[in-house]
C-alpha cells in the first residue's frame, strides 16, 4: 500500500517540499506519496482528522496553520510544546503527535552551510510568528549569547521574549519599534536596526515572491557589523532584494533553502525513522527552483 505525506497549508502550490520530499522517499526505497494540500481555516480540522488513518505518515504545516493545528494534535513532542507551533505532524497508530523543526532546521543550516556556530553569538529575529518562534527557542538552546526580536506589532514580540525567558530562563531582547495594533501585512520600510548583531534572520515573509513585497527590506543593511551574516528564510526568489542589498554592502548572506531543506530533512526522519538524504533533497529543491523560473518566462 502507497502511504501519503504532504504539506498543510494555504496557499501550498508554491511550496518546494513535494519535490524535494517526493525525492527522498524515492531514494529511501519507501512508497510514500507526498502531495500539496491547501486547507482553508474551516477545513483545518477535518485534515487533521484524515490524518489518523493508517495510510498516512503524516504532514508538513505552514502558515497560516502551525499554531491552529495545536489543539487538533494529541501530543506534542520536541520543541513544539514550548514553541507554541508545529510544523510537523506524525501518526503513530492512529495518535497525532506534533513538532517544530524549523529552529532546529535553521540552526543546521547556519552550522552547516554558513558555518555559524550560534553559540556565543548575537541574533537579531524579524518577525515574532511561528517560525520566529521556533527560530527563537532553537538559538537559546543553542546557547547563543543574545537575542533579539523586532516585531511590527510590538505585544507579538514581547509574548514571544516572555515564553522563551519562562520556558529557557533565557533573557531574550524586545527591540520596540513596532506599533501595538500594527496591520502585521503594513510594513514601513524601516525595521530595526541591526547594529550589534552577529546575525540577523528576516523570519517574516516580506521579499517572498507574489506577495507584493518583493522590493521591500525587512531592515537596512547600513550600520551592520563588518561580517555579519544575514539570513532570510524566504526561499523564492532564491536571493532577496535585501540580501542582495546585504551582499553588495560586503555582508555574508544566506538564502532561505538550506533551512527549508534541514526542517524537512527532520520531519522525513521523524516520519520514517530512515537517515535523511540531505543532498537528494538540496539536488531536488534547487531543480524545482530553476524549473519554476523557466516557467515564469515562458
Not at 89 to 94: L, P
Request: charged share 15%.
Amino acid at each position: 500500500m502507497t502511504r501519503l505525506a504532504g504539506i498543510i497549508g494555504h496557499p501550498v502550490a508554491h511550496s518546494l517540499s513535494p519535490a524535494f520530499q517526493g525525492a527522498a522517499f524515492r531514494h529511501s526505497g519507501l512508497d510514500v506519496a507526498y502531495q500539496p494540500w491547501d486547507t482553508l481555516p474551516e477545513a483545518l480540522a477535518g485534515r487533521l482528522a484524515s490524518l489518523r488513518d493508517p495510510k498516512y505518515l503524516g504532514a508538513n504545516v505552514t502558515i497560516p496553520h502551525k499554531e491552529a493545528v495545536i489543539p487538533l494534535i494529541d501530543e506534542l513532542g520536541g520543541q513544539s510544546a514550548r514553541v507554541g507551533a508545529v510544523n510537523t505532524v506524525v501518526n503513530r497508530g492512529g495518535r497525532l503527535f506534533g513538532f517544530n523543526t524549523d529552529g532546529p532546521g535553521l540552526v543546521g543550516a547556519l552550522r552547516k552551510e554558513a558555518g555559524f556556530d550560534p553559540a556565543g553569538r548575537s541574533v537579531l529575529l524579524i518577525g515574532a510568528g511561528g517560525a520566529a518562534r521556533g527560530i527563537a527557542f532553537a538559538l537559546a538552546d543553542a546557547r547563543a549569547d543574545a537575542i533579539g526580536i523586532w516585531n511590527r506589532t510590538d505585544a507579538r514580540a514581547a509574548r514571544l521574549a516572555q515564553d522563551v525567558y519562562a520556558a529557557t530562563g533565557f533573557a531574550v531582547h524586545n527591540l520596540p519599534g513596532g506599533h501595538p495594533g500594527a496591520d502585521p501585512r503594513a510594513h514601513s520600510g524601516a525595521g530595526p536596526d541591526p547594529a550589534g548583531f552577529d546575525c540577523v534572520v528576516n523570519c517574516t515573509s516580506l521579499g517572498m515572491e507574489g506577495t507584493g513585497t518583493e522590493g521591500q527590506l525587512p531592515c537596512p543593511v547600513e550600520g551592520a557589523r563588518p561580517g555579519a551574516l544575514f539570513v532570510d528564510i524566504v526561499y523564492a526568489p532564491a536571493e532577496t532584494a535585501w540580501l542582495r542589498a546585504a551582499k553588495a554592502a560586503g555582508l555574508k548572506t544566506l538564502g532561505g533553502l538550506p533551512m527549508l531543506v534541514y526542517q524537512g530533512g527532520l520531519s522525513f526522519e521523524l516520519w520514517t525513522g530512515v537517515p535523511a538524504p540531505i543532498e537528494v533533497m538540496f539536488e531536488a529543491a534547487r531543480a524545482a527552483l530553476v524549473a519554476r523560473g523557466k516557467d515564469r518566462t515562458t
